[in-house]
Each structure stands twice: as structure tokens, then as C-alpha cells.
């Protein structure tokens, strides 16, 4: 990829990982790259320590299963800096499978500009990983390190509260999907994890200045109706019954719901695959990070120094 901006500064955090990425990274004649080797915690670390460590007025996320197409950069940071009133800029993007299958990775009625919060909230916000931001906006704000799953969709839907969207058309972001990468993995608590994501959002972290609470109530029985069929399916017993009377709880009037319950109850108890399931805990109120990184930012740039030494 060619990316032509005047300034830029690529920052490679290594979260711990065992092949020989340090090695490579050091072959690299090229002072823009800053190579950050950490202990493995997680993307969400990582990320946040990208953040906090940055320097620029502009922030790109980019997975290592994503290709930028030429010129990407100066494209996205050209539309933000005439478009003041957006903070994130995001493009098209297409799946690229290993056997050469392309697909659309968002639908096309979701490229669109503007507050997106009540659009994500109804729909997992799966953005690409190379949105670029405005780094202003991600003062005291951070990916959640508690999240293993979801946790960029969980970003995405608690910052489009701080600033609006812009869809940039006329260039494509390429996200690799193969096997073994991240975008593959199966995500087995995925559903759960984007069900608390969104309790958490409502209740606990202002979601109610931006979604009414008739759609609320609505959005989350859904998921846990959803959730508890595919329970009730694959004969877990236990997990089906506890989240039809969550949906229920949420919406009382809908008779498809008790239909599911009485079913759920009717299971038989030896053939309950998941006997002792128990919903996740609710999300504790993301930390505020900033109290803890920038605490460990001189023991990063150590890091990096001895590492690019």
C-alpha cells in the first residue's frame, strides 16, 4: 500500500505474540515506525496502548487481516480536516475470503453519515478496524480490556454518542477473512456479550439520552429471544428457560415469548447439554483508563527503546 501523507507515524504494538515479528520490524530502515512490544492482554490493550502512545492529530486503527488501499490515509484525513463537524471517517469494505470470494462487509443502506447511535444500537456496529479518528475525541475514552468478544463493536456504539460519522465513498478498505485470522475465529459467547453490551449501554452509561425506551425494551427482548432459541435448539435447557423470562420481563405482551418458555420448560432435564450455564455477569462501567496507562507510558517507551536500539 502507498499511503502519502506528509507526517506519519505508524506505531506496530506486539501483544506478546511468539513468531518473529521484533526481528522483521528491526529490518525495517524507516524512522515513522515506533515497534511497541507488550505482555499478551488482548486487542483491546493493545489498541488503548496505541492511543495513549500516538502522537498525531488523526488516529487509524489497522488489524493485521486488513489492507489499505493506496493512498487511504490522505483520502480519509482529507474529508475530516474540510468536514470539522465529523470526527470518525469511515469507507466501503469487503470481505476477501482465502478461496477468492468477495463480499459486501456492511450493506449498503448502513454507508451513511451522521449520529449513528440509535443505527448501531439496533444493528452490531461492525465497523472496519482502519475508521480513522480524530484523536481529540479519544481523550478518556478507550476499547474495554474487559471484553474478549464484541469489543469493537462496544467501542464504536459508546463513541458515536461524542461525535458523528462520515461514509467516505470512492474507496474500499479490504478486510481478509482466513482461516486462523481474527476474523474468522467463532465467537461462541458473541450473542451474550453484545446482549450485555447493550443493558449496560441503556442503563448504566447514558444510552437513554439517545434511544427511546419503548425501542430499548423492544431491541434487548429481541436479542434474548434470539439468544434462547438457539439455546433451546441445541437442548440447553436451563440457558433457554432463564433467557425466555428475561425477554418476557422486557416485553410482557408478546405471546411468542411464553410460547418459547413453555417449550423450553418441557425440555427434558437429562438431555440439558449445558446443565449448569449461567448468563455471563452483567459489564462493570468501563474503568476510566486514562488513570492507568499513561501511569506505564515510561515503561512502554522503555521497551520501545531497547527494542529499536
Excluded at 77 to 95: Q, R, S, T, W
Aim: hydrophobic share 35%; aromatic share 12%.
Amino acid at each position: 500500500m502507498c499511503q502519502i501523507l506528509d507526517k506519519l507515524e505508524i506505531i506496530i504494538v506486539d501483544d506478546g505474540s511468539t513468531d518473529n515479528t521484533a526481528p522483521i520490524i528491526k529490518q525495517i530502515s524507516d524512522k515513522r515506525i515506533r515497534y511497541i512490544y507488550k505482555k499478551n492482554g488482548g486487542v483491546s490493550s493493545a489498541r488503548n496502548l496505541g492511543i495513549v502512545t500516538c502522537r498525531g492529530d488523526y488516529i487509524a486503527f489497522l488489524d493485521d487481516d486488513d489492507v489499505m488501499p493506496e493512498v487511504y490515509l490522505q483520502t480519509m484525513v482529507h474529508h475530516l480536516d474540510e468536514k470539522k463537524e465529523y470526527g470518525i471517517a469511515f469507507p466501503l469494505f469487503i470481505n476477501a475470503y482465502s478461496n477468492g470470494r468477495k463480499k459486501d462487509g456492511f450493506g449498503f443502506e448502513c454507508y451513511t453519515s451522521g449520529n449513528l447511535t440509535r443505527f448501531f444500537f439496533d444493528r452490531i456496529p461492525q465497523m472496519p478496524s482502519a475508521i480513522v479518528c480524530r484523536k481529540s475525541i479519544l481523550n478518556d475514552f478507550y476499547f474495554d480490556e474487559q471484553l474478549k468478544e464484541s469489543e469493537d463493536s462496544d467501542f464504536f456504539l459508546r463513541i458515536s454518542t461524542r461525535t458523528k460519522f462520515l461514509f467516505v465513498p470512492g474507496i474500499t478498505l479490504i478486510r481478509r477473512i482466513t482461516p486462523g485470522s481474527l476474523n474468522c475465529l467463532v465467537r461462541t459467547r458473541f450473542s451474550e456479550n453484545w446482549l450485555r453490551i447493550l443493558e449496560r449501554f441503556y442503563f448504566h452509561l447514558g444510552g437513554d439520552q439517545f434511544i427511546p425506551f419503548r425501542l430499548a425494551k423492544i431491541k434487548i427482548a429481541r436479542q434474548y429471544y434470539r439468544i434462547a432459541k438457539e439455546h433451546y435448539k441445541k437442548k440447553h435447557r436451563k440457558a433457554a428457560i432463564f433467557l425466555f423470562k428475561r425477554a418476557i420481563i422486557y416485553a410482557p405482551l408478546n405471546l411468542s415469548y411464553y410460547r418459547g418458555l413453555l417449550k423450553a420448560l418441557l425440555l427434558g432435564k437429562g438431555n440439558d447439554g449445558l446443565c449448569d450455564w449461567q448468563m455471563p455477569k452483567p459489564l462493570k462501567r468501563p474503568k476510566s483508563t486514562i488513570n492507568r496507562l499513561p501511569d506505564k507510558q515510561d515503561e512502554y517507551r522503555i521497551l520501545e527503546k531497547s527494542l529499536n536500539a
